[in-house]
């Protein structure tokens, strides 16, 4: 089942690749909807699941201390991974604002640290499938609504280069989750409860960092407001009833 979800993450970048075929009013109404459910399905997994997870499996040791920590390092190593990804919210359109090189230059920029970043995401989604398939489920769905953008943007900077050199780059990024998956497989029977216990943490704070850094400065950024809410409460929502089905 994890190795599944890290495959089909990759299928969301190419739904941002969809996207910018669309016409300029659709693509952002689907981005910013895609924003917004993300938002309120990661926040609720969060605090209904994989923080008390997280508890639950580092009851050992001084518990409150490791989580922030790992919290704290999940943050910074995305924070370092996003340094290198420009500035990507809806309202920028790089092709009308560079020059073709300067375009390109940001879409192989982007392409590389946003495999980094879903090569450490699809490690975190198959730790978590593993545990719990329902959890591993919903979190999948969090992380893939949040990759839409960037492959909308992957797309629109690279739409100039030649033909094998953009699919590379979408292959790329589409397959790193799955690797992400392919490695935490080959390693999974060898971790201990502890260990599950501090990637489940980091895990949080991968998307504390997504939710905060990412999805809100986007939404805030947003004038519509009521798709914003009606994409948060059909997140939670989500989460929600994923959780009382699978209890």
Same mark, same amino acid.
């Given at each position: 089942m994890g190795l599944l979800l890290t495959f089909f993450l990759g299928l969301f970048i190419l739904v941002g690749?969809?996207?910018?075929?669309?016409? +300029?009013?659709? $693509? $952002?109404?689907?981005?910013? %909807?895609?924003?917004? @459910?993300?938002?309120?399905?990661?926040?609720?997994? #969060? %605090?209904?699941?994989?923080?008390? +997870?997280?508890?639950? $499996?580092?009851? +050992?040791?001084?518990?409150?201390?490791?989580?922030v920590v790992c919290i704290a390092i999940g943050i910074g190593v995305l924070k370092i991974l996003d340094h290198f990804i420009p500035d990507h919210d809806g309202e920028l359109t790089l092709s009308h604002e560079c020059s073709e090189s300067n375009v390109a230059h940001i879409g192989i920029i982007t392409t590389v640290a946003v495999t980094l970043h879903n090569l450490i995401e699809g490690m975190a989604v198959f730790s978590v499938a593993s545990e719990s398939p329902e959890t591993g489920m919903l979190m999948a769905l969090g992380v893939g609504l949040h990759n839409i953008p960037m492959g909308i943007i992957?797309?629109?900077? @690279?739409?100039?280069?030649r033909p094998a050199k953009r699919y590379g780059f979408l292959a790329a990024a589409a397959l790193s989750t799955f690797v992400g998956g392919v490695v935490m497989s080959l390693t999974?029977?060898?971790?201990?409860?502890?260990?599950?216990?501090?990637?489940?943490?980091?895990?949080?704070?991968?998307?504390?960092?997504? #939710?905060? %850094? +990412?999805?809100v400065p986007h939404m805030l950024h947003t004038r519509n407001w009521k798709l914003s809410a009606v994409g948060i409460v059909l997140g939670v929502a989500i989460v929600l009833a994923g959780l009382f089905i699978g209890e």
């Open positions: 690749v969809a996207v910018v075929r669309i016409g +300029e009013e659709r $693509h $952002h109404t689907i981005e910013n %909807f895609s924003i917004a @459910l993300a938002c309120g399905t990661m926040t609720a997994l #969060v %605090f209904a699941d994989l923080l008390p +997870e997280a508890i639950e $499996h580092l009851e +050992e040791g001084p518990t409150a201390i490791i989580i992957i797309a629109s900077t @690279l739409e100039h280069e999974w029977g060898a971790i201990s409860d502890f260990a599950i216990g501090i990637l489940i943490s980091l895990t949080l704070g991968m998307i504390v960092y997504i #939710v905060a %850094f +990412e999805l």
